[in-house]
Each structure stands twice: as structure tokens, then as C-alpha cells.
T-cell receptor, first 112, second 115 residues
Framework: KNQVEQSPQSLIILEGKNCTLQ??????????LRWYKQDTGRGPVSLTI?????NTKSNGRYTATLDADTKQSSLHITASQLSDSASYIC???????????FGTGTRLKVLA | DAGVTQSPTHLIKTRGQQVTLRCSPK?????VSWYQQALGQGPQFIFQ???????QRGNFPDRFSGHQFPNYSSELNVNALLLGDSALYLC??????????????FGPGTRLTVL
């Protein structure tokens, strides 16, 4: 079954600390993996996009990694800020289609 | 340059009614995808429209239908509403020819409540 699973479900950290979010997928055939940030009640905003040949991609304080062999990805947030409080969603695209599967997200709360 | 816009922002309907949601893509984009996001869940892919035709569909019943107009804007129609249709409906636009890097830009969503 094609699935995208994220962990942890929720996370609370102090401002300035780093954190890492995990994504495991069983989507096949694989095309690309994306990380999105979604503020409550808003649409998701793209952070990174990676194909199977890329194993790391950065966007400011966000760094995503991809291991296509183990079908795992991580999103590392450096020096967290209060504005990083949001849900982070991992999305995997199917090769040869325009279809995507979204994970249920990790809810991050950054405290002052 | 306006991003993706959706209307209305909120909507309340009763079971059995029909609803139409609207989406205008980001300028220059020709592809529109629709998603349903239940509370606390990730978005679920409903379908994608390109060149006024449904190009790809997710696992949603025929009660969910759509349309794309020549100006690339799109509508999502849901018939015979069920309580379980209550969700945030997201529209995303992209450039159809972008392949794996066809980044999707999401609108703010329409919150549908079915009573």
C-alpha cells in the first residue's frame, strides 16, 4: 500500500534549538519528495523538492535529506524561531503521474 | 502578482445539498489540483485539471466533480453532501509542463462545514 508516515506526530522545543522531523514512505514508483510548512488554517507552503538523485536540499534554516534506498527523508530545522510553529508535511509524488500522497504532518510548537 | 485565490473562505451547508468552490490559479499557471484536508490530517488528492480536462483523479466518489475554464480557473462541485465532507478544501496551481519540479502553490482554502 502506498503510504507516507511521519514522526513524531507533535514536538515542542525551545526557541533557538534545533530539531529533526522524519518521513518514511512506501510510494512506488517514486518521483519526488517535498516538504511543506502549513500554518493553522492556511494552505501549505513549499520548503524543498527533491528527486531520487538528490540526497540533500537546503532552504535557509531548513535542510531536507533523502535516502531513496531506505525510503526515508528528514527535515532539519536549525536555530528555531517562534514563527517556525506550524505543521510540517512530507509529500511524495508518483513517477509517471500527477498524483501525490501527503503525510499527516508533524505539529511543531516553538516556545520562547 | 496575485497568488492562488479561493472563494468563499467559509461555507456552511446541510446534508444532501450541493456546493461549488472556486479557485483562481497563480498568474502564469495552467494546472489546478484540488485537495481535501480533514481536521488534523494531511491533504488528500481529489483531482487535477489541465487544459480544461481532468488529468488525474484520486480515490473520491463521483459526487466530487470539477471543471476548468479557458482562463485556467477551476471549480470543485460536491453533490449530496455528507457530514464527512466537512473539511478544508485546498486548491493548488502549478505549471503543467514542469515535470518533477512543477512546484505547487496552494491557496488559503475553503472551510466547508456540513450540518
Amino acid at each position: 500500500k502506498n503510504q507516507v508516515e511521519q514522526s513524531p506526530q507533535s514536538l515542542i522545543i525551545l526557541e533557538g534549538k534545533n530539531c529533526t522531523l522524519q518521513c518514511n514512505y512506501t510510494v512506488s514508483p517514486f518521483s519526488n519528495l517535498r516538504w511543506y510548512k502549513q500554518d493553522t488554517g492556511r494552505g501549505p507552503v513549499s520548503l524543498t523538492i527533491m528527486t531520487f538523485s538528490e540526497n540533500t536540499k537546503s532552504n535557509g534554516r531548513y535542510t531536507a535529506t533523502l535516502d531513496a534506498d531506505t525510503k526515508q527523508s528528514s527535515l532539519h530545522i536549525t536555530a528555531s524561531q517562534l514563527s517556525d510553529s506550524a505543521s510540517y508535511i512530507c509529500v511524495v509524488g508518483f513517477s509517471g503521474t500527477y498524483k501525490y500522497i501527503f503525510g499527516t504532518g508533524t505539529r511543531l510548537k516553538v516556545l520562547a | 502578482d496575485a497568488g492562488v485565490t479561493q472563494s468563499p473562505t467559509h461555507l456552511i451547508k446541510t446534508r444532501g445539498q450541493q456546493v461549488t468552490l472556486r479557485c483562481s490559479p497563480k498568474s502564469g499557471h495552467d494546472t489546478v489540483s484540488w485537495y481535501q484536508q480533514a481536521l488534523g490530517q494531511g491533504p488528500q488528492f481529489i483531482f487535477q485539471y489541465y487544459e480544461e480536462e481532468e488529468r488525474q483523479r484520486g480515490n473520491f466518489p463521483d459526487r466530487f466533480s470539477g471543471h476548468q475554464f479557458p482562463n485556467y480557473s477551476s471549480e470543485l462541485n460536491v453533490n449530496a453532501l455528507l457530514l464527512g465532507d466537512s473539511a478544508l478544501y485546498l486548491c493548488a496551481s502549478s505549471l503543467g509542463s514542469g515535470g518533477a519540479y512543477n512546484e505547487q502553490f496552494f491557496g488559503p482554502g475553503t472551510r466547508l462545514t456540513v450540518l
